[in-house]
């Protein structure tokens, strides 16, 4: 009865066993694409989050610069102004800029 059943239907058969591979094989690049757009989403939440944090860094700096002790600093220290009646005295052979020494070797 059962050879009966296989002969009667084989064509039924062949085409359920296709289409089941078919759905396994989908199932399994779908699962692997998934994991790669979860790998990308991660790398990207990160760099979101590293973004974020110099977003903040960028407005504390923003406002500490609009401050009048940053610009009084940045006077001081790249113009070389000063205060009236203030005397700077600056020693020859000092150098401002430790990073400029030649080494010579």
Do not use: C, H, W
């Not at 973004?51 to 609009?66: F, K, S």
Request: zero cysteines; a negative charge.
């Amino acid at each position: 009865m059962a050879k009966k059943f296989f002969r009667r239907n084989s064509l039924l058969i062949i085409v359920l066993i296709i289409f089941v591979v078919y759905f396994v094989y989908s199932m399994y690049i779908t699962d692997i694409k998934l994991k790669e757009y979860q790998a990308n989403q991660s790398e990207l939440n990160q760099e979101i989050n590293a973004l974020e944090d110099d977003i903040e860094r960028l407005q504390d700096d923003l406002e500490y610069a609009q401050t009048t002790e940053a610009v009084e600093k940045i006077a001081r220290e790249k113009l070389k102004m000063v205060k009236p009646n203030e005397i700077i005295y600056m020693i020859k052979g000092l150098d401002d800029n430790p990073d400029d020494v030649d080494n010579d070797e």
